[in-house]
Antibody, heavy 119, light 112 residues
Framework: EVQLVESGGGLVQPGRSLRLSCAAS????????MHWVRQVPGKGLEWVSG????????GYADSVQGRFTVSRDNGKNSLYLEMNSLRLEDTALYYC????????????WGQGTLVTVSA | NFMLTQPHSVSESPGKTVTISCTRSGGNIATNYVQWYQQRPGSAPTNVIYEDDQRPSGVPDRFSGSIDRSSNSASLTISGLKTEDEADYYC???????????FGGGTKLTVL
């Protein structure tokens, strides 16, 4: 059974940093791309970043480009999101999602970790 | 980049059929596959359609997807509506030139 467990969320002040992690199990991690998608409570889904299986292809939403860095450790079956210069508008539930066929889709989602940026 | 536009909400009665549209502005709907995700309140999204019209295993065949090049849109159709289908539905596609994904704004389906 595919399991994705996010961690690292919490309350942080504007301008500070936070690192999210996603522990994956139940599938061959280094066979698949991975993505981060966020959702402001009560609002829609927003793609944040994605990384392919070998970290060669990496993409970021314009809203986080230059501030967030995605990475993965295939030896540890883990995905990360380093978030710097956090803004109030980064407050959201951050989901980790497992890629499926090609870059543009995912087939499993974690339950999310909540990031709250507040003074 | 491009945008995907969905109706904010739709409602229909149990047993009926509903179709949710997803219109692409900026580029051709057929350029990259469209996915559809269902999100029930308090839960993470789940995939109900991938690659325009494919159903993941475990998704009932009451769910179907299609694209229409003439209207540059994708559609999710749910037949034989059940109260458990009440959820938010999001379409999603991507752009391989910059690797960005785009989600539609979501459609709240009410089954009443």
């Amino acid at each position: 059974e595919v399991q994705l467990v996010e961690s690292g969320g919490g309350l942080v002040q504007p301008g500070r940093s936070l690192r999210l992690s996603c522990a994956a199990s139940g599938f061959t991690f280094d066979d698949y791309g991975m993505h981060w998608v966020r959702q402001v409570p009560g609002k829609g889904l927003e793609w944040v970043s994605g990384i392919n299986w070998n970290s060669v292809n990496i993409g970021y939403a314009d809203s986080v480009q230059g501030r967030f860095t995605v990475s993965r450790d295939n030896g540890k079956n883990s995905l990360y999101l380093e978030m710097n210069s956090l803004r109030l508008e980064d407050t959201a539930l951050y989901y980790c999602a497992k890629g499926s066929r090609g870059w543009g889709q995912v087939d499993h989602w974690g339950q999310g970790t909540l990031v709250t940026v507040s003074a | 980049n491009f945008m995907l536009t969905q109706p904010h909400s739709v409602s229909e009665s149990p047993g009926k059929t509903v179709t949710i549209s997803c219109t692409r502005s900026g580029g051709n709907i057929a350029t990259n596959y469209v996915q559809w995700y269902q999100q029930r309140p308090g839960s993470a999204p789940t995939n109900v359609i991938y690659e325009d019209d494919q159903r993941p295993s475990g998704v009932p065949d009451r769910f179907s997807g299609s694209i229409d090049r003439s209207s540059n849109s994708a559609s999710l159709t749910i037949s034989g509506l059940k109260t458990e289908d009440e959820a938010d539905y999001y379409c999603q596609s991507y752009d391989m030139s910059d690797l960005n994904w785009v989600f539609g704004g979501g459609t709240k389906l009410t089954v009443l």
